[in-house]
């Protein structure tokens, strides 16, 4: 018996659910004009299921039937997860439904590889250049690139998605070699260069002023690791990272921690990877890019390289290197108060701003931070100082109270 | 003590009008109460005006929190408005600048909690279609927590102008029809009357897209408060989601790795017969091939892909280049970055076709530090030179050239196995075994070099290298 919509968007969204990026934000702002949709740039999450994590675009497969048999994936051609398979008109109708309805800022559309990754990329576009010039539909469109499909495919894609993005699934070649053995590390690298290159000859100014009729993935492109699905290390994972954020201008690199499908596979860990893991990673990642730690650095502080899932690695980095603080919040640089536990950069955005209306004394920081709890052994004020606080071995007990994991990505 | 009664919907007008009058009376923000809840008094001249207040130029970042902090539900928001006025017309300007003041603080939160709502408005709205009188609208009920409804409307206007929509809420509608926006009085809850993509669609993929296996209701309830879920559908389902998925997670990690489906073998065979698949090939494509899958030294793991060398299969001439750069690995191809840019127009100047010719590079995979967001070259170690000369040798052999033009040294390292200074050997013919090299710079020099006559020079030189190159083999 044929499924109907209903049971296909249960088995496609589900099947879906582990890309772990939902965001709509970045890139260009529309209206709807004289079509339906708009993108306001930052981005609105419309709900949150009970795992924490933002619905904002309708996230799902066009279809889960795949030949390919990548041991982590629930929709690999040998597990026995029902399958299904949405028609263009569905997923465009779908789309513009919930769309009405205020529900979703657009479309995240992805796809097993049903019969070969040419076809499979050609029906992605499809979608999106239907949902684009037949109805006129101007909010948010994130496409997945198939690893191997062609380059004029790919191009095209950009020309109608908000944002692209190619999982790169493995921190490493050999990890991608023995789970996935059909996909090729080389294949998924080109895809990722092609939509760079793209994406920077559409940013650049163009010649004689005139403004281009479409800018190629205004959004840009991203990419996903699976965390714990193979032996890699936190280290591995992170020196993979900056290797991609320098190669490929990728907005984001996501790290997803592998959990159990329902589908098992005899060579993968039975156990989900801990989300303290994937937090943990996130939070060395962010130093890494907004808070001017190095990866060296970063290093130091990953004894066999992983990272300590009982405390944060910036609040780590501090309790092993004391003698950089007390740190002066009157007199200290953006980059030294950007050290300092429990401080974001917003908290020293705050700061600067302050300091320069007058002295600033513990009840003004407190006002600008928030919380002192962890702020309070690292800093220096007119009317504070930590003393032996700071060499105190017992600092980091008193530092990690339990707390309840809450990350808001 | 004056007393000022100003509404609950008070608009910045209004507000502005009640400033002025106690700002040009000189009355301190201590001798004024601003009471909500009564109607707006017309300003009976109780005192004459002390000071002019025509011009009174507040400051931008005072201008753009006002209409957000009106809207905000706490009675002290006036006061608050009214003190920070206060301040900048008695010289401090700057009051705003300073997060640290418990003023500016506080109207920076205030106004952060109107932009939130407004958020959670646009957020948590959901349209239920409606016909109503033979036309389609979209109804929606919603609980702000301030009066920001103005605020929030272009949002709905930009988005869904071409549809008929109507938001009710306790403190009033905003509705849209026939493309004219209109604000009304409160209206009562609509009654439920269902919308199947609502009430069936929306609320089977919320429970589709959530997984079990990573719960957090804190991480939940904290991003979409709970005075929101009466106006959401999917909400209903949240009770039975949380309470399911322990056993959901229970029950995957004791399953049993299961037997495949019949389709997996076939599709297996299907993958193996493609792979296989391959026409007739030219000997350099074959060779093209074996040197992108060369796992010979580890530089093949950070770059994107080989880049082996490209050009006529019969060059006479082949130029061999140190290692792709940035723009060679994303593209596939060698010499077609900065350096590549140079060393085209060259070859031009030297009358050189370059797709007579054979480009290639010592070593065939980019060596790079990430440093942010750009890749810095990094030279190749004399290993991983020698180990790269295997393929070297084989494009070589494959294409016989009779001159080899090295690029500078790491290119005459990769050909000798010996390091020459390119310097002493520049522009100089060498017999090597079955052919002759001709030693020059490579043209990233010629980009490196600061000063600007100099780096003509230079060119010139590298020009002139170029046409010996061409004229020796004319000659030969």
Redesign the interface.
């Known amino acids: 018996m044929p499924l109907n919509l209903l049971q296909k968007l249960e088995i496609l969204a589900d099947a879906a659910k582990y890309d772990a990026s939902c965001v709509s934000s970045g890139g260009e702002k529309r209206k709807a004009e004289k079509g339906i949709g708009s993108v306001t740039g930052q981005g609105i999450c419309h709900a949150f299921t009970p795992d924490g994590r933002c619905v904002s675009l309708l996230k799902i497969l066009l279809t889960n039937f795949c030949i390919y048999d990548c041991v982590y994936c629930v929709s690999r051609r040998s597990s026995n997860a029902p399958r299904a398979r949405f028609k263009v008109e569905e997923v465009v109708q779908l789309t513009l439904d919930l769309y009405r309805r205020n529900c979703i800022e657009g479309l995240f559309l992805s796809s097993g590889i049903a019969r070969s990754a040419d076809e499979t990329m050609a029906d992605l576009v499809r979608v999106a250049k239907a949902l684009r010039e037949e109805h006129g539909f101007r909010g948010y469109i994130h496409l997945k690139t198939i690893p191997g499909a062609s380059p004029e495919l790919l191009d095209e894609a950009g020309l109608y998605a908000d944002r692209l993005s190619m999982n790169v699934e493995m921190p490493a070649e050999a990890a991608l070699e023995k789970l996935a053995p059909e996909k090729s590390a080389t294949e998924i690298k080109r895809g990722l260069a092609r939509a760079r290159s793209r994406i920077e000859e559409g940013s650049a100014p163009s010649r004689g002023g005139k403004a281009r009729l479409r800018r190629f993935a205004p959004a840009g492109q991203s990419t996903q690791i699976v965390v714990g699905a193979d032996s890699s290390t936190d280290l591995d994972i992170l020196r993979s990272s900056a290797r991609l954020y320098a190669s490929y201008a990728l907005q984001r690199v996501y790290y997803s921690a592998f959990s159990p499908t329902g589908h098992p596979s005899a060579v993968l860990p039975a156990e989900p990877t801990p989300l303290i893991r994937e937090h943990r990673l996130y939070q060395t990642d962010w130093l890494l890019r907004f808070y001017g730690f190095s990866l060296p650095e970063v290093e130091e502080a990953l004894p066999g390289g992983m990272l300590d899932l009982s405390i944060d690695p910036k609040l780590a980095w501090a309790l092993s290197h004391r003698d950089f603080f007390p740190v002066d919040v009157n007199k200290a640089s953006r980059e030294l108060l950007l050290r300092v536990p429990g401080l974001g950069v917003k908290a020293v955005d705050r700061i600067i701003a302050a300091r320069r209306h007058g002295s600033l004394r513990l009840a003004e920081l407190a006002r600008l931070t928030g919380s002192l709890k962890r702020v309070r052994p690292f800093v220096l004020t007119p009317d504070w100082q930590p003393g032996s606080l700071l060499e105190q071995p017992r600092l980091r007990q008193r530092l990690v109270a339990p707390q309840q994991l809450s990350l808001g990505l | 003590m004056l007393s000022i009664p100003l509404g609950e919907d008070c608009s910045v007008e209004e507000f502005r009008a009640a400033a002025r009058h106690c700002l040009a009376r000189g009355i301190a923000p201590e001798d004024v109460h601003f009471s909500v809840g009564g109607t707006l008094p017309l300003f009976a001249e109780e005192a004459p005006e002390r000071v002019s207040v025509a011009n009174v130029r507040v400051p931008r970042g005072y201008a753009n929190l006002v209409p957000k902090i009106v809207c905000h539900s706490e009675a002290d928001r006036f006061a608050l408005l009214y003190r920070l006025l206060w301040r900048i017309h008695r010289g401090e300007r700057?009051v705003l600048?300073?997060?640290?003041?418990?003023d500016a603080?506080k109207a920076q939160r205030y106004a952060k909690a109107v932009d939130k709502d407004i958020?959670r408005m646009?957020?948590?709205?959901?349209?239920?279609?409606r016909e109503i009188d033979g036309a389609r609208i979209?109804v929606?009920w919603h609980e702000p927590q301030h009066r920001m409804l103005r605020l929030a409307a272009p949002?709905f206007v930009?988005?869904?102008?071409?549809?008929d929509w109507l938001i009710a809420t306790p403190i009033g509608t905003i509705a849209w029809q026939g493309g004219v926006l209109a604000f009304g009085p409160p209206a009562a809850r609509p009654a439920e009357a269902g919308?199947t993509?609502?009430d069936?669609?929306?609320t089977?993929?919320?429970?589709?897209?959530?997984?079990?296996?990573?719960?957090?209701?804190?991480?939940?309830v904290?991003?979409?408060p709970k005075r929101h879920w009466a106006t959401?559908p999917?909400?209903a389902l949240?009770p039975d989601?949380?309470r399911a998925?322990g056993a959901?997670?229970a029950?995957?990690?004791t399953?049993?790795?299961?037997?495949?489906?019949r389709?997996?073998e076939r599709?297996?065979e299907?993958?193996a017969s493609?792979s296989a698949q391959s026409g007739e090939l030219l000997p350099l494509d074959v060779l093209r091939e074996e040197i992108?899958s060369c796992r010979l030294c580890p530089l093949?793991?950070?770059?994107?892909?080989a880049v082996p060398g490209e050009g006529a299969p019969e060059a006479e001439i082949m130029f061999v280049g140190e290692q792709p750069g940035d723009q060679e690995?994303?593209?596939?191809r060698p010499f077609v970055g900065p350096a590549g840019q140079v060393f085209e127009r060259a070859l031009l100047e030297a009358g050189i076709a370059r797709q007579k010719t054979y480009v290639t590079n010592a070593v065939k995979h980019f060596k790079?530090e990430?440093?942010?967001?750009?890749?810095v070259h990094m030279k190749p170690s004399g290993g991983e030179v020698s180990k790269c000369r295997f393929w070297l040798d084989r494009e070589i052999s494959a294409v016989k050239p009779k001159l080899v033009v090295a690029l500078g040294a790491t290119a005459m390292l990769g050909l000798t196995g010996r390091p020459v200074p390119v310097t002493k050997a520049r522009g100089q013919v060498i017999a090597a075994d079955s052919f002759s090299i001709l030693v020059t710079v490579h043209p990233s020099y010629l980009l490196r070099l600061p000063e600007k006559e100099r780096a003509e020079a230079e060119y010139e030189r590298f020009v002139e290298d170029l046409r010996k190159a061409r004229d020796w083999c004319e000659a030969a």
């Open positions: 700057h600048d300073n997060p640290a003041d418990p603080a958020y646009q957020a948590y709205v959901r349209f239920a279609e979209f929606a949002f930009d988005r869904f102008s071409n549809m919308d993509v609502l069936e669609l929306w089977a993929y919320f429970r589709a897209t959530f997984n079990p296996a990573r719960l957090r209701v804190k991480a939940m904290a991003q979409m959401m999917e909400t949240i989601m949380v998925a959901r997670v029950e995957m990690e399953t049993a790795p299961e037997t495949p489906p389709f997996a599709l297996a299907r993958m493609i992108q093949h793991g950070p770059a994107t892909q690995d994303l593209a596939g790079f990430p440093r942010g967001k750009r890749r």
